[in-house]
């Protein structure tokens, strides 16, 4: 079973499966985490992970906690196949007549994967994390908007 090669598409699927069930698991995580690192220190909405992610679902329901995941959902089945097939030409590279790989090789061929998804995944990051951020310049704006039309009553 060791010694059975595994063919290309099944390894895509299984990466991108993986990667679909990975990302929805972690970016509420992620949201709250991107959320807390942005707010300004004058105007923290945020006092904890827990609050973000309580507050998130209270002012953008569930789904405002997968604000921005749509790109990552959408660009993880790509990004696992680069990084499955480019991992596969340079351990195939390094190899010699199908030697086993030295662990300096081994650690090659992984970087020499991970420069290549990495052209991918930053400016799917960066959407992520603009798409994320929207949502916390929006509940400022409400809390903003409602501490405005407090003043405005108690000098009524």
Do not use: E, Y
């Given at each position: 079973m060791a010694d059975k090669q595994i063919s290309l598409p099944a390894k895509l699927i299984n990466g991108g499966i993986a990667?679909?069930?990975?990302?929805?698991?972690?970016?509420?995580?992620?949201?709250?985490?991107?959320?807390?690192?942005?707010?300004?220190?004058?105007q923290r909405v945020y006092t904890s992970m827990s609050d973000c992610l309580i507050k998130t679902v209270r002012s953008e329901g569930y789904f405002g906690m997968y604000r921005g995941a749509a790109v990552n959902l959408t660009l993880v089945t790509p990004e696992k196949a680069i990084k499955l097939a480019a991992n596969d030409?340079?351990?195939?590279?390094?190899?010699?007549?199908?030697q086993k790989l030295t662990l300096l090789k081994e650690m090659l061929a992984g970087c020499g994967a991970g420069t290549c998804q990495v052209i991918v995944t930053t400016p799917m990051e960066m959407l992520k994390i603009q798409l994320q951020d929207a949502g916390r310049i929006a509940a400022q704006r409400k809390i903003l908007a409602a501490q405005g039309q407090l003043s405005a009553q108690g000098g009524a």
């Open positions: 990667g679909l069930i990975g990302v929805t698991c972690v970016f509420p995580i992620d949201l709250a985490k991107t959320r807390l690192q942005n707010q300004q220190n004058g030409f340079f351990r195939h590279q390094l190899s010699k007549d199908g």
